[in-house]
């Protein structure tokens, strides 16, 4: 099973991107996040193999900022 995090800050799409991804058999959306600092947490707290992240959430970090934020994170793992 693929866990997905969808991360944007219009909760429509949100949702949209989680029922569609949802109907797939080998992938689950196990959370979401409406902005870079909420996303940043989540992917600490849980188990995720894949990002579906909006690069222009305001306010604080977009979603650019997250990603090379994280992306700097796990190389060093």
């Known amino acids: 099973m693929i866990r997905i995090m969808v991360a944007d800050d219009h909760v429509v ?11 797939q058999e080998d992938m689950e959306v196990v959370c979401d996040a ?6 940043m947490l989540k992917l600490e707290q849980a188990d995720i193999d894949v990002v579906l992240m909006d690069l222009s959430m305001p306010p604080g970090e977009n979603g ?10 796990n190389i060093h793992k």
Do not use: H, W
């Open 64 to 73: 650019l900022v997250t990603t090379k934020k994280n992306q700097r994170k």
């Open 34 to 39: 409406a902005d870079g600092l909420e996303a």
């Open 13 to 23: 799409v949100r949702r949209g991107l989680s029922f569609v991804i949802n109907k």
